[in-house]
């Protein structure tokens, strides 16, 4: 049977937590060792801005680059540490829950989204930075 957007939205949304705005810029000032991944497209990262520390993998690469048994120079060595606590973002939430998902699929062990995304992080009035 066929799968809609938003079915995956819904499966990710319950398959992972989300965290908030507020507790994930509170874990960025005491967690140096947390990896914030904007699985935007760079593009629209351009447009919005970005957590600062945050690294771009768009979610049609997360896989590979998180992917642990492909040669060295297709993976993110940042990804290569299945236990690091990872908070993945986008604009809304809805792929920063489907990546987070992907990311637990292949065994990430620490692994959360922002709720709401950028734009409940702008609502909280939280800072953003420019893409170098």
Known sequence: M???YMQMVATAMAAVPGI???EV???MQHEPGLLLIDVREAEDIATQGMLAG???IALGRLPLRADQEIPPTLRDPRLQDRTRPIVTLCEVGYNAARGAKLLRDMGFTSVQY???GIEAWIAAGLPLTQPQ
């Open 2 to 4: 066929p799968v809609t």
């Open 20 to 22: 908030s705005p507020e």
């Open 54 to 56: 945050s690294i771009n």
């Open 25 to 27: 810029y509170r874990r």
């Open 114 to 116: 922002l709720e709401g």
